[in-house]
C-alpha cells in the first residue's frame, strides 16, 4: 500500500510511523484537510477533536462535509469520513483541554483562535511532546513546529479572522502535514514559517 511513500522515506520510517499516533486539535478547514492527508500514510491511530457543528458556511473549505451533514459534530462526521485505511480512526465531541487525558505522539492545531493554541502549547509541554501550529487568514498562513520554545513567543492579540479561499486552507494544512510527518520521523526541528500569497507567493523561515 505505502510502496511509493517508502521510495521515499525508507522502510524504517514508515514502520516509526505505523506505532505513532496524533492529536488533530480542529475539524474545520484546516482539520479536514490534514484528516484526509495523514489518514493513509500508515500511522497507529488519529484522534479528531472539536465541539462545533456543521454549518453551511463551512462546507466551501471544509472538504469531506456536504449541505446533508448540516447540524453533525464535526468531528464525528469527519472520523468516518477519513476512515480509508488501517489507521485507527477516534473522535471527542468536545472543547479541546490542556488537562485531556490522552496519549499521542505529536499535536496538530486546525484550530482558529490564540486561546486555544495556548491550551495545545500547555498539553504538549505538560506530556512532553511536540506540536504543530497552523492559521490562515485571507492570504497569509503561518506553520510552525514547537517543542521546546513556548508559543508565547507570539505577541498576539486575538482578532477576527477576515476570510478564507480554499486553496490557501489546503496549501498550510499540506505544510502542516509535511511538517509532522518529517517530526515523527525525527527530521524537522523547531521552525516557524510565514506564507504570503498576496501577490506572487513568498516563504520566509525563522528558527525557533
Given amino acids: ?6 521510495q521515499l522515506i525508507g522502510q524504517k520510517n514508515q514502520d516509526i510511523l505505523k506505532e505513532k499516533s496524533v ?14 492527508i495523514l489518514s493513509c500514510i500508515g500511522l497507529k491511530k488519529i484522534v479528531l477533536i472539536d465541539f462545533d457543528e456543521i454549518e453551511i458556511h463551512n462546507i466551501h473549505r471544509q472538504f469531506q462535509f456536504q449541505k446533508n451533514y448540516i447540524g453533525q459534530k464535526k468531528a464525528e ?15 471527542i465531541n468536545k472543547k479541546f483541554d490542556e488537562n485531556l487525558e490522552i496519549e499521542v505522539d505529536l499535536v496538530f492545531d486546525a484550530s482558529d483562535n490564540f486561546k486555544t493554541r495556548q491550551k495545545i502549547d500547555k498539553f504538549a509541554k505538560k506530556n512532553q511532546i511536540p506540536w504543530i501550529y497552523a492559521s490562515v487568514d485571507e492570504f497569509l498562513g503561518q506553520v510552525g513546529v514547537f517543542e521546546k520554545s513556548s508559543f508565547d513567543i507570539f505577541a498576539i492579540k486575538e482578532q477576527e479572522t477576515k476570510g478564507q ?5 489546503s496549501l498550510i494544512a499540506s505544510i502542516e502535514a509535511m511538517l509532522g510527518i518529517k517530526k515523527l ?13 498576496n501577490e506572487e507567493l513568498e516563504i520566509k523561515k525563522f528558527k525557533l
Fill in 1 to 6: 500500500m505505502f510502496r511509493r511513500q517508502i
Fill in 23 to 36: 492529536l488533530i486539535v480542529g475539524c474545520g478547514g484546516l482539520g479536514n484537510s490534514l484528516g484526509m
Fill in 77 to 91: 462526521v469527519l472520523a468516518k469520513k477519513i476512515k480509508r485505511c488501517d489507521t485507527k480512526i477516534e473522535f
Fill in 165 to 169: 479561499i480554499p486553496p490557501m486552507v
Fill in 185 to 197: 520521523i525525527g527530521k524537522q526541528e523547531e521552525i516557524l514559517y510565514f506564507i504570503d500569497f
